[in-house]
């Protein structure tokens, strides 16, 4: 080993938690499903409307995925540095409680 101490940056952490929190809020606003539907609408009871519509459905399956996804990252981040924040805190207690000598 180099010598070198292992650390966590808790900031860095926040930070892609946060990142990754937002990327799944734009992704539920992306409403990638609509412009199939609205062609769905325009196609009337056509065999391709049909077709359009299970698209649509398709879609907004996938991008729900996506955004439970993402969010489900965010949250294991989040616990990640709390977790991390919990054991440091207590380490650093036990540290602070040890008797040394004169």
């Known amino acids: 080993m180099s010598g070198e101490v292992p650390g966590i ?6 930070t892609a938690a946060a990142a990754f929190d937002d990327a799944a809020d734009s992704l539920s606003r992306m409403r990638a499903d609509e412009p199939v539907g609205d062609a ?6 056509l065999l391709t409307a049909e077709s359009c519509r299970q698209a649509q459905e398709g879609i907004t399956a996938a991008v729900t995925a ?3 996804g ?6 294991s981040l989040d616990a990640a540095l709390r977790a991390y924040s919990d054991q440091d805190q207590s380490v650093a207690e036990d540290i602070a409680n040890v008797d040394t000598p004169n």
């Open 66 to 68: 996506a955004v439970e």
């Open 40 to 45: 769905a609408v325009a196609l009337g009871q």
């Open 70 to 75: 993402v969010r489900e990252y965010s949250e």
């Open 9 to 14: 940056d808790p900031g860095v952490l926040r």
